[in-house]
């Protein structure tokens, strides 16, 4: 287990952090509905459906990693990558100026490199 821990930390990383905003969106929808940041977003998603898809997507990868399915990593990686990308291109262009946006490219360039790495 120790070695899965070190050599796949990187993936770990990516499907907690996805499955913990995910979690958060769903507990506290008002975030999309209230803060500015979340306009683009808000116009886009469901409030339920994208919390709970970032948690699903998590939990994939992070069962992809642990049980070492090819198909569940590959599939969840790829959607992951797009998701948190669609929120970084958001947040960049969404009124007020924020730095919400780096986080949200530095998950998906995390999930591109995770996708390099085991390509």
């Given at each position: 287990m ?9 993936s770990?990383?990516?499907s ?17 509905q209230?803060?500015?940041v979340?306009?683009l977003?808000?116009?886009?998603f ?5 919390s709970?898809t970032f ?8 069962l992809?990693?642990?049980?070492n399915?090819?198909v ?9 990558s ?17 730095t919400v ?5 530095a ?5 591109f ?7």
């Open positions: 120790w070695k899965v821990l070190v050599l796949k930390w990187d770990l990383i990516l907690l952090v996805s499955i913990i905003y995910g979690v958060q969106l769903l507990l506290y929808p008002d975030i999309l209230s803060y500015k979340y306009r977003i808000d116009g886009m469901d409030q339920k459906l994208i709970l948690v699903i997507l998590g939990l994939m990868k992070l992809g990693v642990v049980l399915k090819k569940l990593k590959r599939f969840s990686l790829t959607t992951l797009f998701l948190w990308m669609v929120f970084a291109i958001s947040f960049l262009i969404s009124p007020p100026a924020n946006w780096i986080f949200s490219l998950m998906a360039l995390l999930a490199g995770i996708a390099l790495k085991e390509g």
